[in-house]
């Protein structure tokens, strides 16, 4: 499986930005899609998942700004970013689980948010 991030950049404090994560290659394989974010310094945290079926999982720290979304069709994860902060600030990952519970990781996207 092969994963393509977009739609990082620099965006100004109280903007949005909407992250993409398509798929490709075994895609018959895959089930749970996610975004993880890695700021400066820090560890690599879960931003957001979300089932074959539709059901997401957030951690109490990212719930009500973040919103994950998939097209099971085009294969593509989406990740939609409100009312961001300067401590939003990273590099956002997909990742993807297969059938057999390999997770596969895409290069990331930086998202820069400026005070």
């Known amino acids: 499986v092969q994963l393509q991030a977009s739609g990082g950049g620099l965006v100004q404090a109280g903007g949005s930005q909407r992250l993409s994560c398509a798929a490709s290659g075994s895609i018959s394989r895959i089930r749970a899609m996610a975004w993880y974010r890695q700021a400066p310094g820090k560890q690599r945290e879960l931003v957001a998942s979300i089932t074959t079926g539709g059901k997401t999982t957030y951690p109490d720290s990212m719930k009500g700004r973040f919103a994950i979304s998939r097209d099971n069709a085009k294969n593509t994860v989406y990740l939609q970013m409100n009312s961001l902060k300067p401590e939003d600030t990273a590099v956002y990952y997909c990742?993807?689980?297969?059938?057999?519970?390999?997770?596969?990781w895409g290069k990331g996207t930086l998202v820069t948010v400026s005070s």
């Open positions: 990742k993807v689980d297969d059938a057999y519970g390999v997770g596969y």
